[in-house]
Nanobody
Framework: VQLQASGGGLVQAGGSLRLSCKLPRTIFSVFTTMDIDWRRQAPGKQRELVAGIDSDRRTIYADSVKDRFIISRDNSRKTVYLRMNNLEPEDTAVYYC??????????WGQGTQVTVSS
């Protein structure tokens, strides 16, 4: 089971993108109980947490993206979004969504490339 991540692309510094992460139908029924994160991995670096939202819509952000990125979830569409504003070259990475169920199951998306030019 793989999440469907999309929305990446090439953007100039200062620009914006919105990433989407949609759950497959096979796990639609548990979407509202899942905690979902966006993580990113730049070349030569470890994968890091960017933002997360839990089943109660509480959010967390990496210090590097606070006040620039917004994570949200649409339970009716079974989709989590990451709105990225004022992008910086340092935000260039492959972005992955990760969903965890109450039972401990862990699901990943295939990754979407974000490239920010200076």
């Amino acid at each position: 089971v793989q999440l469907q991540a999309s929305g990446g692309g090439l953007v100039q510094a200062g620009g914006s993108l919105r990433l989407s992460c949609k759950l497959p139908r096979t796990i639609f029924s548990v979407f509202t109980t899942m905690d979902i994160d966006w993580r990113r991995q730049a070349p030569g670096k470890q994968r890091e947490l960017v933002a997360g939202i839990d089943s109660d819509r509480r959010t967390i952000y990496a210090d590097s993206v606070k006040d620039r990125f917004i994570i949200s979830r649409d339970n009716s569409r079974k989709t989590v979004y990451l709105r990225m504003n004022n992008l910086e070259p340092e935000d260039t990475a492959v972005y992955y969504c990760n969903a965890r169920s109450e039972s401990g199951a862990n699901f990943w998306g295939q990754g979407t490339q974000v490239t920010v030019s200076s």
